[in-house]
């Protein structure tokens, strides 16, 4: 199969990227290469792609539309995965530009190449942030998601409804997925699993906010990446596979649309997850409690049926592993 996967040089991307090329499909990869973090570690992971003569990276903005139509003609994709975005949920309070540019303005741009292309498929990524405000759990994809409490969640939920539009108009098949505070080897530099590790690696103390009472439905990397394999074969349009009440599907009723949660419904409280990391590293951290930061939510907790409903599979990799994997990833890069 021919794949356009915008963000291949970002942590989820570059793992997709490397799991389809596994698999035989030929996939180009569009990524702006920002400085949002380590530039590094984003060329490292083109690097490794481009060992395969079945990959092709071409580095450039979203917002560049004829440099995205002319890498999507090369392309002449049957599956669109899109993961670009401006990251982040504390940056969105220093620079909230980027995330209009790159997220609304950027995924319009996608949009059209979607609509100019038409792939069997298209797939793009939202987050666990667009529940916001919502006080009830586990999160469910049919519940409301109308209180952001950060303007990522707001663009990510204004992406949601972008693509439900135009595959309404165009009858393009769309999933978007929510995934749920992805972690493991080639992690992003600003994430709290990266910033703990390096941290009590060098002796130094970790801030820790909410005073440690947050709780994440963490979800290893290749448990997201299986998620969305699976999704791709699910393309919205035909009756739901399963019936039951208890999995109730997002199918639009006027567009071949449906969004689905991807993680294992577990949520593990932060300060478990520290210890959890101190175990793996053998070593002890040094706790700098903090207040909750503006825009960051207490938990987040999936609802994980439909995804099971649909593909068969839940996330399952319990944090000890995944931490372990992403310990020994660390040690070996540094």
Not at 108 to 114: K, L, Q
Not at 120 to 147: Q, R
Not at 275 to 293: D, V
Request: glycine share 6%; net charge negative.
């Amino acid at each position: 199969m021919k794949i356009f996967i915008t963000g291949t040089a970002g942590f989820i991307g570059f793992h997709l990227a490397r799991r389809l090329l596994e698999e035989g499909h030929e996939v180009v990869g569009y990524d702006g290469m920002t400085s949002y973090y380590d530039l590094d570690l984003k060329r490292t992971r083109h690097a490794l792609l481009t060992r395969s003569n079945r990959f092709l990276a071409v580095e450039a903005m979203l917002e560049d539309m004829d440099k995205l139509r002319a890498a999507a003609a090369v392309s002449q994709p049957e599956l669109i995965v899109h993961l670009a975005a401006q990251a982040g949920v504390r940056y969105s309070l220093e620079n909230p530009r980027a995330y209009v540019d790159s997220n609304l303005v950027g995924t319009f741009n996608v949009m059209e190449i979607v609509r100019e292309f038409r792939p069997k498929h298209f797939m793009l990524a939202s987050t666990s942030s667009v529940y916001g405000a919502n006080p009830i759990m586990p999160y469910s994809e049919s519940d409301k998601a109308d209180w952001p409490v950060t303007l990522y969640a707001a663009t990510k939920k204004a992406t949601e409804a972008m693509s439900h539009s135009y595959a309404h108009l165009w009858q393009i098949p769309t999933t978007c997925f929510r995934f749920f505070t992805v972690y493991g080897p080639w992690g992003r530099p600003d994430m709290a699993l990266f910033k703990f590790v390096e941290a009590i690696e060098q002796g130094k103390p970790i801030d820790v906010y909410g005073h440690g009472e947050m709780k994440r439905d963490f979800t290893f990397i290749d448990d997201l990446v299986e998620g969305i394999v699976r999704l791709s074969a699910c393309i919205p349009g035909a009756p739901p596979t399963s019936d039951s009440p208890e999995a109730p599907d997002t199918l639009s009723p006027v567009a071949p649309w449906r969004v689905v949660n991807i993680a294992g419904g577990s949520p593990v409280g932060l300060m478990d997850f520290i210890r959890i990391i101190e175990t793996c590293l053998g070593r002890k951290a040094e706790l700098n409690l903090m207040p909750m930061q503006a825009g960051d939510m207490t938990a987040t907790f999936a609802d994980h049926r439909l995804l099971e409903a649909l593909t068969g599979y839940r996330p399952s990799t319990p944090p000890s592993v995944g931490v372990q994997a992403f310990v020994e990833w660390y040690r070996n890069r540094h």
